[in-house]
């Protein structure tokens, strides 16, 4: 069984601080989904990763794949307090056909 | 334009009971997933439909929960005699197919938050 350890499983910070979640696994994955959740809501897809070493910008968040495609990291310089939320990473096996999930990670950005 | 929607919002209901939760898709998409999700983490696979092929099962964690999908459109998943830890949010996703062509992304629908009291 594949397993995405996200950490860290809670954050809470005020505005205009940066942060970093981490997505870790054993294991390969061919692509890495980032998806953000908010109260009462289902996910929304924020980016895809493909490349190993892909690191892609969305505003103020960067997301890069891990050379070796175990691993992907979320960062957001300037949190807004629009920013809080749960935020998911998804790794897609290579020879599976569903998405793994990390556990998540609570941000909370204080104003 | 209509995302995927999902029916109740919410259910409350008393352990032993039957539920039936219902999941409509975005027109067109062929593949379609439900999760499983406890209060503020991540999402458990349940069941995945493709198309007129036979769903992966590999998620359902007993025999109480059973989902079927009718004209490749509209799901519904069942749970039979509930226990108060089948209380989640339960999570529909659709795509335009299976998502490890890498490209095609998730759906979510708000969910149903089911309590078994």
């Known amino acids: 069984t594949q397993l995405l350890e996200q950490s860290p499983q809670f954050l809470s910070i005020q505005e205009g601080e940066n942060l970093t979640v981490y997505c870790n696994s054993s294991s390969v994955f061919s692509s890495l989904q980032w998806y953000r959740q908010e109260p009462g809501e289902g996910p929304v897809l924020l980016v895809t990763v493909v490349t190993g070493g892909e690191v892609k910008k969305l505003k103020r968040l960067t997301f890069q794949f891990g050379d070796a495609r175990k691993d992907s990291s979320l960062h957001i310089t300037a949190a807004q307090p629009g920013d809080t939320g749960l935020y998911l990473c998804a790794g897609a096996p290579e020879d599976g056909n569903k998405l793994v999930f990390g556990a998540g990670t609570i941000l909370r950005v204080k104003s | 334009g209509a995302g995927v929607s999902q029916s109740p919002s919410n259910k409350v209901t008393e352990k032993g009971k039957d539920v039936e939760l219902r999941c409509d898709p975005i027109?067109?998409?062929?593949?379609l997933y439900w999760y499983r999700q406890s209060l503020g983490q991540g999402l458990e696979f349940l069941i995945y439909f493709q198309g007129n092929s036979a769903p992966d099962k590999s998620g359902l964690p007993s025999d109480r929960f059973s989902a079927e999908r009718t004209g490749g459109s509209v799901s519904t998943l069942t749970i039979q005699r509930t226990q108060q830890e089948d209380s989640a949010v339960y999570l529909c996703?659709?795509?335009?197919?299976?998502?490890?062509?890498?490209?095609?992304?998730?759906?979510f629908g708000p969910g149903t938050r089911l309590t078994v009291l």
């Open positions: 996703a659709s795509s335009l197919e299976s998502p490890i062509s890498s490209y095609n992304e998730q759906f």
């Open positions: 027109s067109g998409h062929t593949a």
